[in-house]
C-alpha cells in the first residue's frame, strides 16, 4: 500500500493539469500505459510537473550517452538506495531498450562488485591518491 | 588517516605473496603506479588476492559491456554508497577511458535525478505495477 | 513476515514487564491501538522499554520543535535510509497531526531536491567552503 | 579535492549562460558569495541552471511550510545519505534562518532516534500495520 | 516478485554448469533446500559460481571468528544496507547456528545504537581524533 | 570541521551537567581521554546524558556478547552508513578489545562480502522463501 492514494484514469481526466502531464507521458512513450509513479505524484502536480520534465529532458531527450548506458545507470543507483520500486521499474524499461541476458550479468557484476569495494574502502578509510586530483 | 597501515613499494617487495598481486596490477595496467586501495588491502593477503581477481574478471576481462560503461555503473554506485574513495579513483579511470565532459553532466544528471525519484518512490511506498513483472 | 514473533495482546497481558509498556503507551497516546512495531519489540523487554522511553523523551514530551515538524524530519530520516514500516507509521502519524496535503507535497519536493543534490555534491566529491565554518 | 574543477569568479565571468545563473544567486540571496558547490556544477551548465531553478523553487519560493522547517528536512536527508557538503552548507543556512542551539539539540535526536528506530524496524522486518493504510 | 526468473529444480538438473554449483551447495549444506538467492542468480552462471565460491570461502571455510559471530556482522551490514531478503536469510541461519533470543536482543540494541551514534556524528561532523591513527 | 563547536576540558568544567557525564566517561573506561563526539555533544546536555546512558547500557555493561563481537556489529553499521568518524573510532575500540589483524581481515572480507550480496539482492528483488519464516 502507498502513503497516497493512486489516481485512477477517470480521476486524471477530471484534473486538467493533471491530465495534461498523463497525455504527454502517453504521447512521448507511445504507450497507454501510465505507471503507478505517476499516479502518486499526481496528488501533487507541482511535483508531477517538474518530474516529468526533468525526467523528459535526463532520460528521454538524445544525449551523448546511449539510452540502455542512461538505465543501467539509473538502475544501479536505485539499487544501492535500495527502491524496490525503481529497480523494478528500471529493469523493465532497460528489457525494453534491448538490455541481453549477459549484459544483466555484467551488470550485476558490477553493482555487486562496487558495493563490495565501496564497503572496503569504507571500512578501511583509505585516503584518496594525489594521482587521482583533477587540479 | 587509514584504518589500517598502507604499504610501501619496500614492505610489498619482501612479501611473496603480497608482491605476486602487485606485480599483476602493474602488469596488468600497464603502469607502476599502485593506489592506496592495494596498499590498504595488503594487510590481508587473501583478500587482497580474492578483490583483484574480481576487479580482473569484473572490470578488465573483455564483456558485452564497453569499458567506459562499466565505469559509470560503478561511480554511480558508489556515488549512492558515499564512498569518496572510490569515486574519486573510478571517476579517474573513467577519465582515463575517454570520459567527456558532456558525458559526465549527462552522467551527473542521471544519477542526481535517479537519487530524487529513488527518494520519491520511497516515501509515496509505491507498490510495484504487475506490468513490470517479468514472471 | 517478521525475523520474530509479533506479541498478541493476550500474550503482552501474561508478562508484567511488557504489559507495563503497553498500558503506557495506550495511556499516553490516548488510544487502545498499539502497532506491530512495539509487538515486535515484546521479545526484547529492555530494548522495549528504552525504546519507549526515548520516544517518549523525543517524539512526545514538549520541546521547541512543534509536534509536526518531528514528524516531517522522522520521516526524511527514515525515506532516505529506506524503511518501509517508519514512512509508513510516520507519515500516518503526520497525517494524524494536521499534515495536509500541500505540506506533503512541499516536503516531497525538498526530501527528493536533498538526496538529488547529495548525490551530485557526492559524485562532485565538493570540498566544504570555509564560510561554512562555525569556528 | 573535488573530482571537477571549481570555477573562479573571472572563469564565470567569462562564460554568459553561467554567468547568468550565478548572477541570479546572487541577486535572489542578496549575498556575493557563491558557494562551491555551484562553482563545480559551472562545468555542466545545463544541470547547473535546472538544479538552481529547481532549489529555487522548492527551497526559496514562498510555500506552505516555514523555512527552518525546509531546512531541517533537508539536513535530516544530508545526514542520512552521509553528504558532508550538504550537511554543512545546510546546517549553516539553518543557522542563518534563526536556528537556535536547542532547536539543533532537538532536530538531533530526532534524527538520531529515527536512524535507531529505521535500523530496528529493518532488522525486525516488521509488517506494515493496516491501520496505517490511506485506503 | 523478482526482476528474473527463479530456476527450477528441474531447470538446474537441465544446465550441467548451474547444476555442479547446486549440487556443492546441497552437498556443503548438507541439506536438500536451496534458496530463492542462488535460483535467481542461476541466471548468470559466472556470477553465481563466483558469488559461490566466495561464500563458501568467507562464510563456511574455518576462520578465526566464530560463525555466529560472522552471521551477526552479516546481518548488521544487510539491516543498514536495508536488504529485506538477507536479513531474512542471514537471521534465519544465525537461528540455525544457535542465536538466542537475549543474543538477538543484544544484537539488536547495538546496530540501532550504532544507526544512531552513525547519525549524529554525520549530523555533526565530527572530526576524528588524532589518538584514532594507527600510525 | 564540525557543524558544532567542540567543548574544550576547561568548558566543560565549568558546566556541572556536562561535567558529571565527561566524569563518568572517564571513571567508567578508565582513561582521561574523552574524545570529540562527546566533546560535540556537550552542546546538547540532555542529548549527551542519553546518548551515555545508552552506550553504557548496550557496549559497556557485561552482556551474553562479547566486547569484541559487540565491536565488530558496530563497526559493519558503521562502515555501511559510511560514518567515517565511527568507523575510525570502533576499530581503534575494537582494536584495544584484542582484535588481530587475522580477525580483521575476516571482518573485512564478510562485510565486503555483505554489502555485494545486499546489492545483488537487492538488483534482483528476490523473494523471501517462505522456510525463512519464523512462524
Not at 486524471?12 to 507511445?30: G, H, L, P, Q
Request: net charge negative; charged share 20%; with cysteine.
Amino acid at each position: 500500500m502507498a502513503t497516497v492514494r493512486l489516481w485512477t484514469d477517470e480521476e486524471v481526466s477530471a484534473d486538467a493539469r493533471v491530465k495534461a502531464v498523463f497525455d504527454d507521458i502517453r504521447f512521448t512513450r507511445k504507450s497507454d500505459f501510465v505507471n503507478n509513479f505517476w499516479r502518486a505524484l499526481a496528488n501533487q502536480p507541482a511535483l508531477l510537473e517538474r518530474t516529468w520534465s526533468s525526467i523528459k529532458e535526463v532520460m528521454i531527450a538524445p544525449g551523448v550517452l546511449d539510452p540502455l548506458t542512461k538505465e543501467l545507470i539509473y538502475i544501479a543507483a536505485s539499487t544501492i538506495n535500495g527502491c524496490s520500486y525503481c529497480v523494478h521499474s528500471h529493469t523493465a524499461a532497460a528489457r525494453a531498450k534491448g538490455l541481453t541476458e549477459p549484459q544483466h550479468a555484467e551488470f550485476l557484476a558490477i553493482v555487486g562488485m562496487a558495493a563490495e569495494t565501496n564497503a572496503l574502502a569504507n571500512a578501511l578509510q583509505i585516503p584518496v591518491d594525489p594521482e587521482f586530483s583533477i587540479g
